[in-house]
Each structure stands twice: as C-alpha cells, then as structure tokens.
C-alpha cells in the first residue's frame, strides 16, 4: 500500500489497447488501466489511498465509491470524468460536490494525453478558478464605465487602452519610461520599443517550449538549466534559489501538459489574428503607409521537423502553399544562394503578416490622446494601494496612492516589485533575444521569413521586411533565447557573446549578400540591440483578477513570452469582458495559479496498491 502521505492529482482507470507508450505519465498522475471495471470495494480503496481530485474512468462512479473518495478527500470540488457512460450520475454525487463530466473521444477513441488535457483544464475551472465568478459578479454590480489606470505602455496594454476608450472608458498610462516619440536611446526603453522597428504575426507565434514528447538520452526540459554555449538558454550570472524554483516549475509540466497549453495558446492567437484584422479594418488610419507585409515564408534546414511542421500548420489552419527547395528559390531570388549551398530542406507559406511596431505604437498614442486619453511617461508605478483588508485601493505613484475606477497591469519583464502580493509574484522572468539589421539588397527579399535550425544555439529566427530608420529597405532578424531570472539586468557578457555570434551565424548563411554589405558599411559596429521579453515556466501567459473596494477590476497581464503582439487584441478584449464582470475565457485558462495548483504538493503516487 502507498503510504498515507501519497496522493494523485488524477487516477485514470481506463483501458486503452492503442495506449501509446510514449506518454510520459507524471507522479501526479496514477495509471491503473486494470481497475477498469473492477470490484466498487477495489475503487473505493484506491481512492481512498490515492486521494485524487480527478477520477477518469468509462463511467461514472456510484454513490458509495463517491462517498469513499469524499471522506479521503474533504476539500474542493472533485472531478469525475466518464469516456463511455452508460447513464447519467447518480444524484447523490452532486450532494457530494462532485462534479460528474463526460468526455467526447473524437471518433470515439480515448487517447490518455487528450482526456487529461480535458481533466486539467475542468479541474482549473473547477477548483483553482472557483473563485472566479464572485469575483466578476461584483465588477458586474458596479455596472461598468469610469476611469481606467493602466501601468505600462508596451504594445499589450496600449492595445488596451485603445480598445476600452472605444468601450467608453477614460484612460491614463503610467510607464517608468520616457515617450516612445523621443530620440532616447534604445536602452532607455521596455521591450515594445526598444527591440527594433519589426513585430510578426503567425498563428503560432505564441508558443509553449516544453518537451512534447519522449527525450533521449537526457531529462526533459532542461534548456533553463544550460548555458547558451551548452545547447541551453541561460545567460543569467549566478542564478538565486527563487530563479532555481521557477526553473524547478518549467520543468515540472508534462509533455501532455504542454501540448494542452500549446492548444490553449493557438486559440487565442487565433482570436488575435482575428482582432489585428478587424483593427486593420476598423482603425484603418493606423496602418496607412506603413509597412505591413501579408503572408510568412516558414524555413526549415531539418527534413524531419519540416515534415512536422507542415502536419503542424496544417493542423492549426495556417498553411497556404508547401514549397521546395527549388520552389523557395524560384519564388524568393533573394534566398537562392542559401536554398544552393544546402542551407534549406523545404519552406511553408503561411497565415500572417509583419509591420514596424515603432510606427503603429506612435500611432496609437496619438490617436489614443486625441480622444482624451493621457501618457505619465518617466512616472513609474511602484505597487499596489491596499486597505488592511487587502482589498485594492489604488496604486502607488511617487509614493501616493492614485485611485481610479479600475486599474491595469501590464509591467513586462521589469516590473516585478509591482507584482508583490498578487497571485502573479514572482512568476514573471525574463528571456533576451538579439535584434541584427540588415541592409535589404538586391536581388531584394519581398517576403517576411522565420527560420528553424534544428540544434543550432540560435534556433528560431523571426526575419522582417521594412526599412530602417532612413527610409532604406531592410531586413531585421529577431532571434535567440536568454534566461535571465528575475532580474532583466542579470546579463553574462560571455553568453550574451555566444548568442550574438549565433544570430550572426545565421545572417551569414541565408543573407550573404546583405550581411556582407552590412559590414562593409558598419552598421554591425554600433550597439548589439536586444529586448528582454516576459516569460513565464508554464510558458502560459497570466490573467489575473482581483476586486477593488470600490466595486472595480484590477487587472494584471504579462509573461506572453513570445506571443504579446499576436495576442494583444484578444487580451484587450478579456480586459474588456473583465471590467464589465463578464466571462472570458482567458480569464481562467491563463490564471496564474494554473501551474502550480495542479502539480504542486504531490507526493510519489506511481506505485502499485497491493
């Protein structure tokens, strides 16, 4: 018998014949396909012992196994999941606060990675979120409108901003940084502004970096736990014992785990491409005369993950046309020599589009005052204004609490203070990637690029058509991953070496021409430009709700990784649901206790109950 301190977050009792061994099963998760019909006395034992919140099996259990799993487990909502069942629950579960679920197979096959999918994100609703419909019915009673306060300016929260003045609200913007319209230097700014004048959207543009599937030879996600010279993603100094938890969280989720936040994600990302559209359309001044570029030409130099990716972005419905790599260097002149010395296997035109992100955001602050909208820049926000209840008051600016209807938080990667006391702490790291411009010479590049090298230190790189800041044509790659920790600052010169040279490395190889001229001209002697974007372990972007005592929304969002552009429209609009106390579904698949309220505290539940 395990002991009395093991428990399961879920026990799944079904018998699958086409199980694929590859799934790697967690400690949080018992598999006993063998209690599939077995004796009600066998079940209730097991869970009992195992304590499960969520119990998946063909059907449903009975009132006595229930009310065995009830008294193991006195707290939360449980969950009962039925594949096949062959009736409805019997009433007495409901007394119980069990929750009684069934899920549809598709084709009516019952994969173990798709239920449990299922299982996690029921089980979020259910019990990490259950707080969450008391929270937005009283946002609901103030019966929406007022003013808003949002601290930080990057492209999420001015999307916001736009977006709830178009909702009738009055806005202000509070940002620790100067006016994006200023001749600062570019380190003087956040990741919005001060990366290089280029953002791309691709349907998955957000994505999750776990380990999907069985790794050989080595423990699964450890790229936070190597240098950028070792094949990793680390160019912190000397992390602390908190980076090493968060790294410890990372490496906690399941490769069925991330491809359920991968699904999660692609949602949103779609809900976004769909705002960009309408925005485009509805905002059309914002976009006049500048560079957006239609359609993403996906690279790849592996013949196994270009096949991969093509089921891939079949599958997420962004592909547009395969090509080869005769057909990449017919259509793209431009990539003829790298397509010829080998450097490509194959390339995908997909859904998406790019434009200079340093354009649209001066846009967007000037059409954002011109409807009364107002910008504190240099004026940083420095916490959260609480009663001794803890119910939010305002926030801290200079010192003094500034109070208004409802209040925004979008902080990027450094804005961690701001976050103390919230459910979002310390949750938030940061990842640098190197911007590298490039002249755009004949024979010219007409199509925006992303480009994976398989095992190479700088693996994915997002290539932007535009023009630099004299109105040339130009090519500017975005590319590489840096851990920082906590600290956005926490920089290794050496590291920060090794990956430069390896963004470099890719420029030499597919844009040889270019790179050269880029050289000859020194526009690679001045500064190594990079932005350190906001990153969480889970890889899930947060949400996060917390009710003021007057009856408002104080909103947190931030860690999109490498999604914040393309999701922007879509997190405008939960912000938006938000203030109105309505529903979205954003508002619990990226609540920031999602992580770790599903596999925190667990103990060794993978033995066998004798």
Known sequence: MTSEAAKARVLLAIQEVDAPKALELPELVAYRPELDGDEPSTLARYLASLRPD???SRRYPSAAVGAAWREAVPEGTLLAIATDPDGPPEPELEHLKISCQCFNAPGGVVEPASVLAFAERACTRLRTCADLPEKLGAIRKRNGGGEVMLAGAGIVNLLTALHLQNEGYEVSVYD???DPRGAFAWNDYGCTRGGENARMFSLTEADDYHDKGRVQHRPANTIFGREISEGGWRICRAPSEADLEWVDDFRAVAPWLAQAYTNDMVDFTREGGAGWAELVESE????DD????????RLYTDRRRFLSEIARQDRVG???????????????????KACNKGEVVGGIEVVGFTLPIHDLVER??????????????NDRVEGIAKRPSGTVEGLIVGGEPVKADHYVLSPGAYGGDLLRGTASEDLIHGVLGVWLPLPNVAPRLECSLKIARSGHLAEDSNVTVGRNGDGEPALVLGSGYGWTGADPTNIDPVQFGVLYQAVADTARRFFPDPYAAARESGVLDGDLRFCVRPWTASNLPLFEIQNTCTGGALVITGGHNTGGFAQAPAVATAVGAALRGE???MHFLYDPRRLRSFTNGLGTSAGVIG
């Open 54 to 56: 969520i119990f998946v």
């Open 176 to 178: 620790s940084r100067p």
């Open 284 to 287: 059309c001044t914002l976009f």
């Open 290 to 297: 500048i560079e957006l570029r239609r359609g993403i030409l």
């Open 318 to 336: 962004a592909t547009k046309r395969v090509l080869s790599v005769a057909e990449v260097a017919d259509s793209h002149p431009a990539l003829a």
């Open 364 to 377: 967007i602050l000037i059409r954002v005052e011109q409807e009364g909208g107002t910008f504190h820049w």
């Open 583 to 585: 529903p979205h579904p």
